[in-house]
């Protein structure tokens, strides 16, 4: 089942927050997989035995492994993220509380814009597809997440960039 499926159904006032987490592990899971062949991709290339320096100024083998230890982090991080996310117990909120991570928000700017976000403890920058609309996933780690930790149904935050919004809804 694709991620776009799961969600089709769904009306956007009544998301279901455990299928947002199956989605978001099965983006972080896809990026995974690719991170995995990435490294061993530049594992392969590093000990290769035409990477081996012939000269001095011969980095290539040297620029493989640096890639590789990078792809490694990349994919313990992932991993990381992952095992957060599968332990996560999700709290549906009351229009009345306070934001805190498991929230499923939507924000309004002054110009109309609206945003559906979903504050979860990883997976930060992916968009989950709602129909024409998508519920994009935040951390506390960033900007807007730290912002919106405390705040309430019709309590306006505004960015270091300036950017104001009104929560609008919580669940």
Do not use: C
Not at 8 to 30: F, V, Y
């Amino acid at each position: 089942m694709g991620l776009t499926s799961i969600y089709m159904s769904a009306p956007t006032h009544a998301m279901n927050k455990h299928h947002l987490r199956q989605a978001i592990i099965q983006n972080l899971q896809q990026t995974l997989a690719s991170a995995v062949q990435a490294a061993q991709q530049a594992h392969d290339a590093a000990t290769h035995e035409q990477s081996k320096a012939e000269t001095q100024y011969d980095t290539l083998g040297l620029e493989s492994a640096y890639l590789a230890a990078g792809q490694s982090r990349r994919i313990d991080e992932m991993t990381l993220a992952i095992s957060q996310l599968q332990n996560w117990s999700i709290k549906d909120f009351n229009e009345d509380e306070e934001i805190y991570l498991g929230a499923l928000l939507t924000l309004n700017a002054p110009n109309q814009q609206t945003l559906r976000l979903f504050l979860a403890p990883a997976g930060g920058g992916i968009s989950i597809p709602l129909g024409a609309d998508a519920i994009k996933v935040i951390t506390p780690q960033t900007p807007l997440g730290r912002a919106l930790l405390g705040l309430g149904v019709e309590d306006t935050v505004t960015l270091p960039n300036g950017a104001s919004y009104e929560v609008s809804h919580l669940q």
